[in-house]
């Protein structure tokens, strides 16, 4: 499958991604991760993007399109991808399109997965995060077993700064303003799948049965 998936920062994008890819093999592709590899590999493209990041700019579309593309030429995208989050804006979207066509790639959906405002903001400040090993957690419904302390490694378990609630509404505010018209955007394409993502189950059952796998 190729797809892109949208939706609200705790929509749910990437659970959603990590059980479509255990369906048919194909992979789950993120800005951020391709950034990283990018930087831990050491290309021209990767040390350029480090440099931005480092001088605390944003790293440009330009670059972020050509750390895209080497991505997705890569062996393992025969099999199928996941966008996770991206595109992010609309030049990105139109960027994306162009490169698509070059590598004679056709999506199969861009799913929109829509999550009311007050639910994204109930999962998001309940969420927890171990500060040493990255391990989820929720104080609603999966608590660490002790109070603070990581069930994996150990570590300490925390709050994120950006996962407050008033950290959370403006990251929603923004997402609202820049990313939310790419609905629209794929809807003229032909290519948009919206989804009540009422949970991850209900999202995966509902791409399953739109791409008849």
Known sequence: MR???????GAGKGTVAKQ???????????????????????????RRAEAAMKAGELVSDDLIMGIMEARLREPDCQSGFLLDGFPRTLPQAEALKELLARLGVQLD??????VPREVILDRLT???TCVDCGAIYNIKSKPPKVEGICDQCGGKVVQRDDETEEAISKRL?????????????????????????????VAVQAIRAHLGI
């Open 3 to 9: 797809l892109i998936l949208l939706g609200a920062p």
């Open 20 to 46: 479509l890819t255990a369906i048919d093999g194909s992979v789950q592709i993120s800005t951020g991760d391709i950034l990283r590899a990018a930087v831990k590999a050491g290309t021209e493209l990767g």
């Open 173 to 201: 505010d923004v997402y609202q303003e820049k990313t939310a018209p790419l609905v629209d955007f794929y809807r003229a394409e032909g290519l948009l799948l919206d989804i009540q993502a009422t949970s991850s189950e």
């Open 109 to 114: 959906a861009a799913v929109n997965l829509n």
């Open 126 to 128: 309940t969420r927890r």
